[in-house]
């Protein structure tokens, strides 16, 4: 009998290392999230609190992100996106992550709000792409500048410009101790799991297919800004 316990326990040994190692990837698995990055851009840049070109040729990268916020009396946000940075050949692939957080004051209604975080330097990058972060404590934000204070070259130092659009019914809400956390599961799922955050922010993964819209139109946004 021991021959074959030990065959067993051999069996056994190996389907467990096989279910713990490197999976192979799902590109179409942010296929979502990207999609909503795609229109928030849209959205944004239609509306009058557009992003200057200049905010976005500055910047070292990018967060997009779709939050839901709100609740009966003391409420809170949940919310998902992603992080892409500049790199010598363009932009990177995305990383995915997590936001949410509770509120400060009574607050009555609910709404959806998109976000573009435009990231000015490595620290602000490290805030969307670590473990749980409060981006109040850890990175200095600010609201994003208009076309005004671009055009007169007036933009604040920040390390974050924030860039928000909202709808639904809200109402006496300040929302503080805003979290990010980087979001690993759907990472492993997109890239696989032996691949880490700094190789996908780095450019050293190549990007789903369907980010190219999404590329092309922030590039259409720093180029016409030259024109």
């Known amino acids: 009998m021991k021959p074959i316990t030990t065959t067993l326990l051999a069996f056994s040994l190996i389907a467990s290392a096989y279910a713990d190692g490197p999976k192979g990837p799902e590109p179409k698995a942010m296929d979502e999230l990207i999609v909503k990055a795609e229109s928030t851009v849209n959205l944004m840049q239609a509306s009058k609190k557009s992003i200057p070109a200049v905010v976005l040729q500055d ?114 809400a300040t929302v503080g101790g805003v979290y990010v956390k980087l979001d690993i599961d759907l990472n492993n799922q997109v890239y696989s799991n032996i691949v880490k955050v700094n190789q996908i922010i780095s450019g050293e993964v190549p990007a789903p297919p369907i980010t190219k819209d999404l590329y092309d139109q922030l590039d259409a946004i720093m180029t016409k800004g030259d024109e």
């Open 59 to 172: 910047c070292k990268g990018l967060a997009i992100a779709s939050v839901t916020r709100g609740g009966i009396g003391i409420g809170g946000q949940k919310g998902e996106g992603i992080v892409i940075a500049k790199t010598d050949e363009g932009w990177s692939a995305p990383s995915a992550f997590d936001t949410g957080g509770g509120s400060l004051g009574l607050q009555l209604g609910v709404e959806t709000v998109q976000y573009v975080y435009v990231l000015n330097t490595d620290a602000a990058i490290l805030s969307f792409t670590g473990d749980k972060v409060e981006l109040d404590a850890k990175a200095s934000a600010t609201a994003g500048p208009d076309h005004a204070a671009a055009a007169n070259d007036k933009l604040p130092k920040s390390d974050i410009y924030i860039y928000a659009l909202t709808d639904g019914a809200f109402a006496g």
